[in-house]
């Protein structure tokens, strides 16, 4: 009787939360999902901020080391791909290390990385270093500092899903990857402020040598939310769904409604309340027929690469795998091709500083930054926020690849003729459907389709993908502009959009979707059939 008290007390408590959850719209978190949200969105926060302020403090360096001329195209491709460089790196080795290590034994390591490599890049000997030396040294400094924001890929989309309310889930991981459109937002306006800043001495003396302080500003002022946020990371501690997934069926079986009410519970309950014996759950009827092993036996940490290449030699996983991967890879050709080399917006715009003094020619890149900024990033994953739940994962990346293939066509087809009002709504709707579309769900479903014994390092494949397809935009953009024009490689960036839409079709909707849930019954099929085959 006592162990039927104490269940129900359980089942009362998540029952509760669940009837709560009904009455709240998925995009109002409570307090311990903002806790979550800006220890893990702060990550994102970082890398957008990092890989947007690259372009304005490329600029300052023309002015610090070349006399205002260009640097040179391939020193250029290097510096900004570097940080994605870095990325793919980083994204291998932290999701791997997440899955096998725990989350709580890497969580927090990624951020050290990334403040020991801003440190180094803000350090770069310009006056002591040839103007070569100088790119070289950051762009080297700038790829450690990719490693750990490839890093905070699949942790943070690992340690937020393991805690995250089902119902709820989508919309948590798109608020954590919506810091991406504050990161570009604040690194765009603080160029604003600290050329403002500069403006007396630069402008009115003279002095652009100094430039050469503005830049290390701007790259050092993210040390600002890493140091913020790093002890929370540091002691984070491990999530009750990361433990299930690592224990065998020797220590606890549960019954698939049990990991259903799990899927459901606050990331609070998770972590405090303990289920109910195996013997009360007994007395359960829908237990005593829902009740199976969930598990394989348990395994030492040497055999958990077999189970991860067993899991993936299977069509139905591979499939979900090849999608991920390839859809991110496509998406960041064009995403990354249009976002790494805005100076050809901008000199569309009228604001390519190509005229006045050297101040005046950053401050109005700068100025050209916030607009196409505001107008489409921003807006954009907030949108997908508020409708994700509803609308699912895979409709919001179809439609956000045809739409952002249809304002690249216009783009292209138009490039000459656009108008400037036109070519800015144009891109602001390609920009806009970016966001609300792939560029946050190619996060999302990698977090929330694989179950979590393989969740980090599956996301880690798939965002390395992604960034393959940054580095080669990167790498790639000025030389094939060069030689067949902006707006036939505009066309290849439509392409690619086109092709990401049908590659989607390959993953399954994730919405009320548990991983778990779904693998839990693979195994007790694989079981069944082979008892089936040994008698």
């Known amino acids: 009787m006592a162990a039927n008290e104490k269940e129900d007390h359980v089942k009362g408590g998540l029952e509760d939360y669940e009837r709560e959850d009904v009455r709240r719209y998925p995009f109002l978190l409570n307090y311990r999902e903002c806790k979550l949200l800006g220890i893990a969105g702060v990550g994102f926060f970082l890398d957008a901020y990092d890989l947007f302020i690259i372009n304005p403090v490329a600029t300052m360096l023309q002015y610090r080391l070349y006399g205002g001329n260009a640097i040179p195209s391939g020193l250029q491709g290097f510096l900004k791909a570097s940080a994605n460089i870095g990325s793919v790196i980083g994204q291998f080795s932290f999701g791997y290390a997440a899955d096998y290590f725990g989350r709580k034994a890497v969580y927090g390591k990624e951020l050290i990385l990334i403040i020991f490599a801003t440190i180094f890049c803000i350090s770069d000997p310009t006056g002591d270093l040839t103007a070569t030396g100088s790119i070289l040294w950051l762009s080297i400094w700038r790829i450690v500092l990719g490693i750990g924001i490839g890093g905070d890929y699949p942790m943070s989309a690992s340690v937020a899903t393991d805690r995250s309310n089902l119902s709820r889930r989508g919309t948590l991981l798109a608020y954590i990857f919506a810091n991406q459109g504050w990161g570009s937002l604040v690194g765009s306006l603080m160029v604003i402020i600290v050329l403002a800043c500069y403006h007396h001495v630069m402008d009115v003396k003279g002095e652009t040598s100094k430039v050469d302080g503005a830049w290390r500003i701007l790259v050092g002022l993210s040390l600002v939310p890493a140091f913020g946020t790093l002890y929370q990371r540091l002691t984070l501690p491990e999530s009750r769904r990361f433990k299930a997934s690592q224990k065998g069926a020797d220590t606890e079986t549960e019954s698939f409604d049990e990991l259903k009410k799990k899927a459901d519970a606050d990331p609070g309950v998770q972590e405090h309340v303990h289920p109910a014996p195996a013997d009360s759950a007994s007395h359960s009827p829908a237990s005593s027929t829902a009740t199976a092993a969930v598990h394989?036996?348990?395994?030492?940490?040497?055999?958990?690469?077999?189970?991860?290449?067993?899991?993936?030699?299977?069509?139905?996983?591979?499939?979900?795998?090849?999608?991920?991967?390839?859809?991110?890879?496509?998406?960041?050709?064009?995403?990354?091709?249009?976002?790494?080399?805005?100076?050809?917006?901008?000199?569309?715009?009228?604001?390519?500083?190509?005229?006045?003094?050297?101040?005046?020619?950053?401050?109005?890149?700068?100025?050209?930054?916030?607009?196409?900024?505001?107008?489409?990033?921003?807006?954009?994953?907030?949108?997908?926020?508020?409708?994700?739940?509803?609308?699912?994962?895979?409709?919001?990346?179809?439609?956000?690849?045809?739409?952002?293939?249809?304002?690249?066509?216009?783009?292209?087809?138009?490039?000459?003729?656009?108008?400037?009002?036109?070519?800015?709504?144009?891109?602001?709707?390609?920009?806009?459907?970016?966001?609300?579309?792939?560029?946050?769900?190619?996060?999302?479903?990698?977090?929330?389709?694989?179950?979590?014994?393989?969740?980090?390092?599956?996301?880690?494949?798939?965002?390395?993908?992604g960034k393959a397809g940054a580095i080669i935009s990167a790498l790639g953009f000025n030389a094939l502009t060069s030689s067949i024009g902006t707006p036939n490689v505009l066309w290849i960036f439509f392409a690619c959009c086109v092709a990401g839409a049908g590659f989607t079709f390959l993953l399954p909707e994730v919405k009320d979707r548990d991983p778990d849930v779904v693998y839990a019954e693979e195994l007790r099929e694989e079981e069944e059939e082979r008892r089936r085959q040994g008698s």
């Open 296 to 465: 394989k036996p348990h395994t030492a940490k040497q055999d958990h690469w077999a189970e991860f290449f067993h899991y993936f030699s299977e069509w139905r996983h591979l499939k979900i795998l090849l999608g991920t991967c390839v859809c991110w890879f496509l998406l960041d050709i064009a995403f990354y091709g249009i976002n790494l080399n805005q100076n050809v917006v901008l000199e569309e715009i009228g604001f390519d500083g190509k005229s006045g003094s050297a101040w005046t020619r950053l401050f109005k890149i700068g100025i050209g930054n916030l607009i196409i900024t505001a107008l489409g990033f921003v807006p954009g994953y907030y949108v997908t926020i508020l409708t994700i739940e509803w609308l699912g994962r895979k409709w919001i990346q179809i439609q956000g690849f045809l739409m952002a293939a249809m304002f690249l066509g216009i783009l292209a087809g138009k490039f000459y003729t656009l108008s400037t009002a036109a070519f800015v709504v144009n891109f602001a709707f390609l920009q806009f459907f970016f966001n609300f579309g792939a560029n946050a769900t190619t996060y999302c479903y990698p977090a929330e389709v694989f179950p979590t014994k393989f969740r980090a390092s599956a996301h880690g494949m798939s965002a390395a993908c």
